[in-house]
């Protein structure tokens, strides 16, 4: 019984999981959760990464719904339409290229 049980422990995998995994996780969580939430609108916005369109301009309800999107993971605006504008496209840009629809 004794070896049965030290084999047993021999492949059991170890579970835990450091703070380093733990950020990968949940970077990989938001990565895949913004191509999810944003997948219809996947050319509009490496149209508006490209410079194309702008989307406060264009698409304003989509605009909105990034903000409400990145707010929630934490991302700091400044109250400056200009400086607001070009940290969430800086966003999309790192989550378009992370989900590897933008290159």
């Known amino acids: 019984m004794g070896a ?3 084999r047993f422990k021999s492949y059991r ?9 733990k950020s990968k ?3 990989a969580m ?3 959760k913004f191509h999810s ?3 219809s609108d996947l050319k509009k916005l490496t149209a508006a990464v490209e410079g194309a369109i702008a989307l406060d301009e264009d698409y ?3 605009y909105q719904k990034l903000i409400r999107f990145y707010e929630d993971q ?3 605006l400044y109250d400056d339409p200009e400086d607001d504008y070009n940290v969430i496209l800086d966003n ?4 378009l290229i992370e989900s590897g629809v933008y290159a």
């Open 4 to 6: 049965r049980s030290r």
């Open 13 to 21: 995998p170890d579970w835990r999981v450091t703070s380093t995994n």
């Open 25 to 27: 996780i949940a970077k």
């Open 30 to 32: 938001s990565r895949s």
């Open 37 to 39: 939430k944003f997948k």
């Open 60 to 62: 304003p309800k989509l």
């Open 74 to 76: 934490g991302v700091q």
């Open 92 to 95: 999309v840009e790192a989550d």
